[in-house]
């Protein structure tokens, strides 16, 4: 479908921003799904299929139109956004049982939808808030681009990505280091993170034989250094809660698949 086809004339607008003056009244789900049937009845003509990303949707006339009108609620980006935050639960309505609201969605409309749903569940039962899961999500780009199929020196890129994933937790070390007092809630926090790195560094020496495994890499200290990365964080891995899917348990092959 052109932008053209679907343009809408000043009467139409005029008539389509009246609608969404009342429908910006509500909250929550209720507001964003209001308004994603809105612009999808009026702007795409009940086109529902797939809208592209948020800067795309941006640069539709009709959208820029109504966002440029001075007694709009919302300018183009908040547009653009709900009519992501739409497309994505069209398609995978379940993602509002996690408990999750448009906000958090928002965050992860462009990530794959095994990746999204992944992490959206573990913002649902870690009760990330928006802004935390920001912050993970700014990791994700960076580990697609290291991991990507058919780049040169994969391998390489990937250990640049972990070992300045590891500077970046020894700079957040460094930094709660400086607090002589931290609000309970914040320790709480601080505690399942840090379960999260013990599951990730348990996973490392995992690798590690893996990897002495399959190829000649090994020397006589590797069942060593194994032990060494394995060993004091096994037990602080394993209290309470599992804070996520390990690594290495989603990279096992299912052996009880026939």
Not at 41 to 47: L, N
Not at 119 to 145: D, F, G
Not at 195 to 211: I, K, Q, Y
Request: charged share 30%.
């Amino acid at each position: 479908m052109s932008a053209e086809r679907s343009a809408l004339s000043e009467e139409e607008l005029a008539a389509l921003n009246g609608r969404l003056n009342e429908i910006v009244r509500e909250s929550g789900w209720a507001r964003t799904i209001a308004i994603g049937d809105l612009l999808v009845a009026r702007v795409f003509c009940g086109i529902t299929a797939d809208f592209g990303a948020p800067r795309d949707v941006c640069k539709h006339p009709s959208i820029r139109k109504l966002a440029q009108r001075d007694d709009c609620p919302l300018r183009k980006t908040a547009l653009a956004q709900a009519i992501g935050v739409y497309s994505v639960i069209q398609k995978e309505p379940d993602l509002r049982e996690l408990g999750v609201t448009p906000a958090h969605v928002a965050l992860v409309v462009s990530l794959p939808s095994e990746q999204r749903r992944e992490i959206l569940a573990r913002a649902a039962s870690e009760k990330w808030s928006v802004r935390t899961l920001s912050r993970a999500t700014k990791e994700v780009p960076m580990a697609a681009a290291a991991l990507k199929p058919g780049r040169r020196s994969s391998s390489r890129r990937a250990l640049a990505f972990y070992r300045a994933s590891l500077k970046t937790a020894e700079s957040g070390l460094r930094l709660l280091w400086r607090h002589d007092e931290m609000d309970p809630e914040v320790a709480g926090e601080l505690l399942t993170e840090i379960r999260s790195l013990a599951v990730v560094l348990n996973d490392s020496g995992e690798l590690v034989s893996r990897m002495q495994r399959k190829s000649a890499m090994a020397t006589e200290d590797t069942p060593r250094l194994v032990k060494d990365i394995r060993s004091p964080m096994s037990h602080l891995a394993h209290t309470g809660p599992r804070p996520a899917r390990s690594l290495a348990a989603r990279s096992a092959p299912d052996r009880t698949a026939k």
